[in-house]
Nanobody
Framework: QVRLVESGGGLVQAGGSLRLSCIVSVDKFSLNAMAWYRQTPGKQRELVASISTGGNPNYAESVKGRFTISRDNAKNTVDLQMTSLTPEDTATYYC???????????????WGEGTLVTVSS
């Protein structure tokens, strides 16, 4: 059974930082590529960052240089360090398992409850 539990969200002022963490219960975590997505009401869920099994990250243009994704295969966790936050980063953030094909990430369909990030101006 796959389970993902996100944490670390909260209210932060613009320019501030937050670190999100996701604990993943899945067989052979190290063999799974992971990603963080975010969603605001009325909008589609969008990819924020992904990380391959080898630890190679990819980022959405909107977060490049501000966000850092990392994974710890010993702890079955994937983190998202967010800096220089803006109100446009306000969203519910989800981690998920993805298939990476041709440089693109495709969610396998497992989602946690998400963690809400609110950035005030």
């Amino acid at each position: 059974q796959v389970r993902l539990v996100e944490s670390g969200g909260g209210l932060v002022q613009a320019g501030g930082s937050l670190r999100l963490s996701c604990i993943v219960s899945v067989d052979k975590f190290s063999l799974n590529a992971m990603a963080w997505y975010r969603q605001t009401p009325g909008k589609q869920r969008e990819l924020v960052a992904s990380i391959s099994t080898g630890g190679n990250p990819n980022y959405a243009e909107s977060v490049k240089g501000r966000f850092t994704i990392s994974r710890d295969n010993a702890k079955n966790t994937v983190d998202l360090q967010m800096t220089s936050l803006t109100p446009e980063d306000t969203a519910t953030y989800y981690c998920t398992i993805v298939n990476m094909i041709g440089g693109f990430s495709f969610p396998q369909g497992y989602w946690g409850e998400g963690t809400l990030v609110t950035v005030s101006s």
